[in-house]
């Protein structure tokens, strides 16, 4: 792929899941698992992700077409043992935009994973931060992995200011929703999930943005709110 993705995989704990989330966090994307519906559609609801996979015996047409129409997933996948290929049919019909056999090819799934987000979402990654306010520069850059800095709307004074991953992961969570609070958990687990991260690891983080952002004269702002999280204000 060629951003970073949060994954959804929907299913009972095996070697299919496990194979799953070893692969996906060794591609650099982020992988919550859940083992039951109820789980799903409740953090499904609660939090931001790109695709969910569908795993037996929860590779059904009606949780397929329940994130396909109730919440923002761009891509629906489903892996199962098909009894026919009417039940696939079912599942395309409800929602999921591939299925495929519990004898996957990794590299076959992730060219549709790649496809699918091509089609879905060809401006996302390239302007993360832009969206819900168009007037705004400060976006993210996934192929440079960098902050691309507005200075007063002149693209030929634009800066760019390179990003670790862990500090390129911090920002993607909170321009998401600029001006909205992401919570401590929620930016550890979207951001540093893969290593024993703790509170001052997000604080020292969000500190040293704060530094480079100041420095380079960005005028977007990294606000904390006592006891819960942080938020971005994007510079306008």
Not at 5 to 11: D, P, Q, Y
Not at 88 to 113: H, I, N, P, T
Not at 188 to 194: C, G, I, M, Q
Request: net charge positive.
């Amino acid at each position: 792929m060629t951003r970073h993705m949060r994954i959804l995989c929907v299913g009972a704990g095996g070697p299919v899941r496990d194979y799953l989330a070893n692969a996906f966090i060794e591609a650099s994307h982020s992988v919550s698992l859940v083992d039951d519906e109820r789980d799903a559609a409740y953090i499904a609801f609660t939090e931001t992700f790109d695709a969910v996979i569908l795993l037996d015996p929860h590779a059904t047409p009606r949780l397929a077409t329940l994130f396909r129409t109730k919440t923002f997933v761009d891509i629906v996948i489903a892996i199962a043992n098909w009894t026919d290929a009417d039940h696939r049919a079912a599942m395309l019909r409800a929602g999921a935009d591939a299925c495929f056999d519990r004898r996957f090819s990794f590299a076959e799934l992730m060219a549709v994973f790649d496809a699918l987000a091509r089609r879905r979402v060809p401006d996302r990654a390239a302007g993360i931060g832009t969206q819900a306010h168009p007037e705004r520069r400060d976006r993210l850059d996934a192929a440079r992995r960098c902050l691309v800095l507005d200075m007063d709307g002149d693209p030929a004074r634009a800066r760019t200011l390179a990003l670790s991953h862990g500090e390129y992961l911090l920002l993607e969570c909170l321009m998401r929703k600029p001006g909205a609070v992401a919570s401590y958990a929620e930016l550890l687990h979207y951001a540093f999930h893969r290593t024993d991260a703790d509170r001052r690891t997000l604080t020292y983080t969000i500190s040293r943005l704060r530094k480079r952002l100041a420095e380079l004269g960005s005028r977007s702002t990294i606000a904390a709110v006592s006891g819960i999280g942080y938020r971005i204000d994007l510079a306008s």
